[in-house]
C-alpha cells in the first residue's frame, strides 16, 4: 500500500506558477498526476517511471514539468504559465506495479493506478 499528500495548491492568475508536490510513502514504480473537474472524468495530466521516462497530456506540455526525487519519497509537478482551463482537482496517484499505459495522445490512464492522494485544489484566474 501507497500513502499519497498532495500540497502546493492555491489560487493564481493566469499566467502564473505553481508547484505540486506528493509526500509518498511506500515503494512506487509509476507515478503520475491527474485532475478533476466536479462531474468530471478525472483527466491524466503528466506521469513519470523509474529512470525519469516521463509523459504529459499534449494541453501541458512545454507548460508542465513532472519529477520524482526518489532519496526524498517525494514527486513533484512544475506548472507554469498556467491557464484558466486549468482550474482542477489535482491528484498524485502511484502504483508498485512495472510499466505504465497512456492513451493515444500520451497522457496517463487513471485506471494503471491504484493508489491515489486527496487532492489539492489549483485555482486559475482572469
Known amino acids: 500500500q501507497v500513502q499519497l499528500v498532495e500540497s502546493g495548491g492555491g489560487s493564481v492568475q493566469s499566467g502564473g506558477s505553481l508547484r505540486l508536490s506528493c509526500e509518498v510513502s511506500g515503494y512506487a514504480d509509476c507515478m503520475g498526476w491527474f485532475r478533476q473537474l466536479s462531474g468530471q472524468e478525472r483527466e491524466g495530466v503528466a506521469l513519470i517511471a523509474p529512470s525519469n521516462i516521463t509523459r504529459y497530456a499534449a494541453s501541458v506540455i512545454g507548460r508542465f514539468t513532472i519529477s520524482r526525487d526518489d532519496t526524498k519519497n517525494t514527486m513533484s509537478l512544475k506548472m507554469n504559465n498556467l491557464k484558466l482551463e486549468d482550474t482542477a482537482t489535482f491528484y498524485c496517484?502511484?502504483?508498485?506495479?512495472?510499466?505504465?499505459?497512456?492513451?493515444?495522445?500520451?497522457?496517463?490512464?487513471?485506471?494503471?493506478?491504484?493508489?491515489w492522494g486527496q487532492g489539492t485544489q489549483v485555482t486559475v484566474s482572469s
Open positions: 496517484a502511484a502504483d508498485t506495479r512495472v510499466g505504465f499505459q497512456t492513451t493515444s495522445a500520451g497522457a496517463p490512464v487513471a485506471h494503471d493506478y491504484t493508489n
